[in-house]
T-cell receptor
Framework: AQSVTQLGSHVSVSEGALVLLRCNYS??????LFWYVQYPNQGLQLLLK??????LVKGINGFEAEFKKSETSFHLTKPSAHMSDAAEYFC???????????FGTGTSLTVIP | DGGITQSPKYLFRKEGQNVTLSCEQN?????MYWYRQDPGQGLRLIYY???????QKGDIAEGYSVSREKKESFPLTVTSAQKNPTAFYLC???????????FGPGTRLTVT
């Protein structure tokens, strides 16, 4: 079975500091990879995705992520945190066969003024 | 505007009652999903459907039922057999030939 591991259920950063949220997956075949953001009592919104091609992908709100096949990782970064980035972030994978998605348990990001 | 609607936003029920959560999409997506979200546990798949009149159990289907009579609609019934129904429920859809899922705004169900 697929597994998605997000290291750190809670991450705190100062406003203006680098944001780094970690995600590792278990598939031996490179899957499709996603990062979603969730604000309180709302649905999930897609931040960015990797399907094929360039391994560094850029998303909305200044976020980007790099797919590293050798490390089976897809870490999310943002150079400078903003107060509005405080939210829950989920990493997800989808195998390139089938329609099932697998989610990590989420990382809650706190931005300290 | 295209999207996924879930209603109501908040739902309160007494223990022992069945309750149906609505999910409608106008994105023309074939696949639809129901997830349950509890604090610290991420999203857990309840049921998913890839085509009308067909659906599959996810990881936590016990105590839930679904139907898929129309492409646009995928209602979820939380039955009295579900031991801990209080949670945040998310509906999602995806195109069969696409990549990502699109999510609705969620329904928070409280059973007392």
């Amino acid at each position: 079975a697929q597994s998605v591991t997000q290291l750190g259920s809670h991450v705190s950063v100062s406003e203006g500091a680098l944001v780094l949220l970690r995600c590792n997956y278990s598939s031996s075949v490179p899957p499709y990879l996603f990062w979603y953001v969730q604000y309180p009592n709302q649905g999930l919104q897609l931040l960015l995705k990797y399907t094929t091609g360039a391994t560094l992908v850029k998303g909305i709100n200044g976020f980007e992520a790099e797919f590293k096949k050798s490390e089976t990782s897809f870490h999310l970064t943002k150079p400078s945190a903003h107060m509005s980035d405080a939210a829950e972030y989920f990493c997800a994978v989808r195998l390139n066969t089938g329609n099932q998605f697998y989610f990590g348990t989420g990382t809650s990001l706190t931005v300290i003024p | 505007d295209g999207g996924i609607t879930q209603s109501p936003k908040y739902l309160f029920r007494k223990e022992g009652q069945n309750v149906t959560l609505s999910c409608e999409q106008n994105l023309n997506h074939d696949a639809m999903y129901w997830y349950r979200q509890d604090p610290g546990q991420g999203l857990r798949l309840i049921y998913y459907s890839q085509i009308v009149n067909d659906f599959q159990k996810g990881d936590i289907a016990e105590g839930y039922s679904v139907s898929r009579e129309k492409k646009e609609s995928f209602p979820l019934t939380v039955t009295s057999a579900q031991k801990n129904p209080t949670a945040f429920y998310l509906c999602a859809s995806s195109p069969v030939r696409g990549y990502e899922q699109y999510f609705g705004p969620g329904t928070r169900l409280t059973v007392t």
